[in-house]
């Protein structure tokens, strides 16, 4: 029996080119002010590195992962993209989304499990005005650790007071998000943005 689903933020609870976009550009002026070097040659290095990654793995690996391969303490990435922008410029509140999430939180436990720093995921999830309806926002500064190390869903699953075959993880990234946390016994379910999640919601409200 499900107890509780942790969603994913990025990419699952909002789409937005734009916050993309600033991810973006933030990671390569922090790569360029790291390696004191221009920013266009520090993008250069980032997109052709992600790119050999995305061919080795299969799948596009984030900002924050390449950025370690570059010797960039997490930190330090983290510091630098939460002054570089602002999420809530570029996001608006979503009232279905929050309208399908209060229906789930009257039968489970919601919780928030990021890669992203406390900071940025606490002004998206103010930006969609749903804030109120999760019981735990764990972001990288929870564990010190990120996913797809299985760390991440043990902990989470832990601090909600729950088995792992009692969550149900909901993610946009299937090699990031979900394949780790069904190797742990977890139940997942994949989207591409919050307009997946009504299906989700039909789906879970429909079983007694």
């Not at 997109?47 to 690996?61: A, I, Q, S």
């Not at 510091?79 to 570089?84: D, M, P």
């Not at 900071?119 to 930006?127: D, Y």
Request: hydrophobic share 40%.
């Amino acid at each position: 029996m499900i107890k509780v689903i942790l969603f994913d933020l990025d990419g699952t609870l909002y789409n937005s080119s734009e916050v993309r976009k600033k991810f973006a550009e933030a990671a390569y002026h922090a790569l360029a002010k790291l390696k004191k070097i221009p920013v266009d040659k520090a993008k250069t290095m980032i997109e052709e590195t992600r790119e050999k990654l995305k061919e080795k793995h299969g799948f596009p690996v984030p900002y924050t992962l390449t950025l370690v391969r570059f010797g960039m303490p997490v930190e330090i990435w983290h510091k630098e993209n939460i002054s570089y922008f602002d999420p809530r410029d570029y996001l608006s509140a979503n009232g279905e989304l929050r309208k399908l999430l209060q229906g789930l939180k009257k039968r489970f436990k919601l919780a928030i499990l990021t890669n992203n720093n406390e900071v940025q995921a606490e002004r998206i999830l103010q930006a969609l005005k749903v804030q109120d309806l999760f019981d735990h926002v764990f972001t990288y500064n929870s564990f010190r650790t990120m996913k797809p190390n299985p760390k991440s869903f043990q902990e989470a699953a832990r601090v909600m007071g729950v088995a792992p075959k009692e969550c149900l993880v909901v993610g946009d990234r299937y090699n990031v998000d979900l394949i780790p946390a069904q190797d742990l016994g977890m139940k997942i379910y994949e989207v591409k943005g919050p307009e997946g999640i009504e299906k989700l919601v039909t789906a879970l409200l429909s079983v007694a």
